[in-house]
């Protein structure tokens, strides 16, 4: 069979793979972990330290977010003690009687439980329990946003891998070009048709493809090592991934401007504005007066051998009310409520800077997501083109109707329609992605 036959054939298939977005070929092992989209998300998502982190802010605000933590259930207290004594006693009674005594043992010994229960404080507990149940929220929030931002990452990473390979493919077919040109020239000068120039820089050529082959396989490997990063695997491990990159067509930018609210960052934005509000209302209590209800039951028993009480017994409940009134304090609460207040407007404002800087980057990402969708279809068609311009210039190279600089023009052409059509491809993914991050969309 023809040389050029083999290589018009290769140069189709390579053509058809990129327009479809898939990489030609793929660094497999046998000992590899093949590897797919969805596996890798599971992985990340079970194995990710950060989302752990996340999970338990969770937990630990779901537990202090109860009635005893913000200080509204009542509060019970056990005490007791013993003390043994040994006294010197000297009494003397209107009588003329008395007693005088060293080295008398004494004890006195005492226990009790005491009940101590909130009846009003200006509803700072009220205003706790709501600041503990909105912290509650705003943590699972942060986790939900945890979630989208690790899936973004290992999305973009993951196709990262699935671009850099298709690089290697375009590398090596225009490689396979290289070797092509090479045998032409030499079966030529072995005809006396061609000079060793020639034939040194179609060498030339082909030695420096493969330098670059071995360069992007490199590239290759720091990616899969930035993947497995993020997997939180081992980043030696052998990988293998062959996927296509699918680009969702038809998300409007008003679409996505719309469902903004729904973003995780911005709903924790609005949790914190609403904890600001909560603290302003904790420390404007904080100048109102406190009410308790108190209930004990105490037990009380002092002994003596010597003196005028030998044994006293006493045990007796007890019930009061305790009124608590902040009547001066330098202004420290009132301090206390301004700054709170300020913080809440801080709150506010941050709020408004988080909406803007994210619909700012949804029109940038939605632009650079339509510009590549448009440009996909005309550089398929250059693909196309510069595939044929290859063949028909390597068939008249190999009929000497054109030079070894012409065939090298036409390759030239022919690796960068490929390298333009896995950038813009990539690049359309990966505006996508971030797209459906910012809209909380990505699960």
């Given amino acids: 069979m023809n040389p050029l036959t083999n290589l018009n054939i290769s140069i189709k298939i390579a053509c058809l793979l990129l327009l479809t977005g898939a990489p030609a070929i793929c660094s497999n092992s046998a000992d590899s972990l093949q590897i797919t989209l969805d596996e890798a998300i599971s992985i990340a998502l079970k194995n990710s330290l950060e989302i752990q982190i996340a999970k338990n802010d969770v937990e630990a605000n779901t537990l202090l977010n109860n009635y005893g933590v913000a200080g509204g259930l009542p509060t019970v207290n056990a005490n007791a003690s013993n003390t043994e004594q040994i006294q010197n006693i000297t009494q003397e009674l209107q009588t003329g009687a008395g007693t005088k005594r060293r080295g008398a043992e004494g004890n006195n010994t005492s226990a009790g439980i005491t009940a101590s229960l909130l009846l ?23 986790l939900n946003s945890q979630i989208q931002n690790t899936i973004a990452a290992v999305m973009t990473s993951y196709y990262d891998v699935v671009r850099q390979l298709s690089y290697i493919n375009t590398v090596k077919f225009s490689i396979a070009a290289s070797q092509k040109r090479l045998e032409i020239i030499e079966v030529r000068k072995t005809a006396g048709m061609a000079n060793n120039a020639d034939l040194f820089q179609a060498q030339i050529d082909l030695n420096t493809l493969n330098q670059t082959l071995i360069t992007q396989q490199l590239a290759v490997d720091v990616a899969k090592s930035e993947l497995l990063r993020l997997l939180a695997l081992d980043p030696k491990s052998p990988v293998a991934i062959k996927d296509t990159i699918l680009v969702e067509q038809g998300l409007q930018i008003d679409n996505v401007l719309d469902k903004l609210a729904a973003n995780a960052d911005i709903k924790a934005a609005e949790n914190q504005i609403r904890i600001s509000e909560l603290i302003v209302k904790e420390t404007a ?3 109102y007066p406190t009410v308790r209800l108190n209930l004990g039951y105490n037990y009380t028993r002092n002994q003596s051998t010597a003196g005028f009480t030998l044994l006293n017994k006493v045990t007796a409940p007890s019930a009061g009310v305790t009124l608590a009134v902040p009547i001066y304090n330098g202004g420290a609460f009132k301090r206390q409520q ?42 398929k068609a250059n693909y196309k083109l510069s595939q044929q311009l290859l063949d028909l210039t390597l068939q008249r190279f ?46």
Avoid at 131 to 141: T, V
Wanted: net charge positive; proline share 0%.
């Fill in 120 to 142: 009003y404080n200006g509803k700072r507990v009220v205003a706790t329990k709501k600041r503990l149940a909105e912290l509650q929220y705003q943590s699972s929030e942060v």
């Fill in 285 to 287: 209590a904080l100048r």
């Fill in 338 to 379: 301004q700054a709170a207040q300020i913080n809440s407007s801080s709150a506010k404002t941050q709020k408004q800077i988080l909406v803007r800087d994210y619909s700012a980057q949804a029109v940038k990402m939605f632009q650079t997501y339509q510009s590549s969708l448009e440009q996909l279809e005309s550089q």
């Fill in 398 to 443: 190999q009929l000497i109707q054109a030079t070894i600089i012409d065939v090298r023009e036409a390759q030239r052409s022919f690796e960068e329609a490929g390298y333009r059509l896995i950038n813009l491809n990539y690049a359309a993914k990966s505006s996508e992605i971030e797209l459906k991050r910012l809209t909380n969309t990505l699960m």
